[in-house]
């Protein structure tokens, strides 16, 4: 299936050379590509097998030459993935893109992508079950979503604009206008955090919508770029890295991947589960069980994770 065949050099890869491997801030895929692959394969059955040739070419051809990179850390060794454990996991909706996913007090907002189906909606946490639901305009691709105040505010891919909503009514209050794709975001408690798909991080004053930082992601000077989803949590961003199954945990101050989380066994089982599945997209973080929420597009599971190592602090850098 064409997941399989796009992920396969990163899935197994236990150490982090796969993910600083790209030393072009340039997706492996071509942006154009992103979102609507996969969509096509799983309403398309014919065309999966073909599709798949040319993605895992597409693949091989822009990762493959460029997997032997060495990544040490600060201490002269190599960056080891960080421990979790898996908990309960929770249903989603049939059919969910999802791109966009965060907690918020006993419900889940869920933003979803694809053209024509493309939606905001609100889960009860315990079940999953939809509580609330809004459509986006056909020709609108959902992407992340995050809150604010009172505010939501749900990413589009690439019609430059972000979608605002009332948390309580979800009354659609209007929208603003950014200059790049958009593809995750998240907050720090005052500012914006979105990530374009490129290796930096875009914070923006939710006041003026004006972007009054960018910070260039990297590790060791190597740019770490195709940043997806996101999610702020305990001072670090972290952030899904598109086509594999890590989570970076960044230091928003200076940009350094600090370390990362493998999340291929959660891939894994969700493919096992439903055959058609997209990649590993979706984090939030659930304050009250202190746990990790973790989805991908087209998964029928949110699978609860319990972080066992975070990155030191004192490796946190001024920029
Ligand atoms: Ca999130």
Redesign the pocket.
């Known amino acids: 299936m064409p997941p399989r065949v796009f992920m396969g050099s990163q899935a197994s890869d236990p150490q982090f050379n796969a993910v600083t491997a790209r030393r072009s801030p340039k997706p492996a895929i071509p942006s154009m590509f992103r979102n609507y692959l996969f969509p096509m394969v799983s309403t398309l059955p014919s065309c999966a097998s073909i599709l798949a040739f040319l993605i895992g070419l597409l693949s091989a051809c822009s990762t493959g030459a460029e997997s032997e990179a060495d990544t040490p850390d600060s201490s002269g060794g190599t960056l080891k993935p960080l421990r979790w454990e898996l908990g309960e996991s929770i249903p989603m909706p049939s059919g969910a893109f999802t791109q966009?996913?965060?907690v918020d007090g006993d419900s889940l907002w869920l933003g979803t992508g694809v053209y024509g189906k493309s939606r905001l909606m609100k889960l009860r946490l315990s079940d999953g079950e939809i509580l609330e639901s809004r459509d986006l305009p056909r020709q609108l691709f959902g992407e992340?979503v995050?809150f604010l105040k009172d505010r939501i505010y749900q990413l589009t891919w690439q019609a430059g604009m972000v979608l605002v909503y009332d948390r309580h009514s979800l009354e659609r209050l209007g929208q603003f206008r950014i200059t790049t794709e958009g593809w995750?975001i998240?907050h720090n408690g005052s500012q914006l955090i979105m990530s374009a798909g490129l290796p930096n991080l875009q914070f923006i004053d939710p006041a003026s919508y004006r972007v009054v930082q960018k910070v260039e992601v990297h590790r060791q000077g190597v740019p770490v770029g195709s940043l997806n989803?996101?999610?702020f949590v305990k001072g670090w961003v972290l952030a899904n890295v598109w086509t594999s199954n890590k989570v970076l945990v960044i230091d928003p101050e200076s940009g350094e991947v600090q370390g990362f989380f493998d999340f291929s066994r959660i891939a894994a089982d969700a493919r096992k589960r439903q055959p058609s599945v997209d990649v590993l997209n979706?984090?939030?973080h659930d304050p009250a069980t202190d746990e990790l929420l973790i989805t991908g597009k087209l998964y029928d599971r949110i699978y609860r994770v319990k972080a066992l190592e975070w990155p030191r602090k004192e490796n946190k850098k001024a920029p």
């Open positions: 966009g996913l965060v992340g995050t995750g998240t989803e996101l999610e979706g984090i939030a």
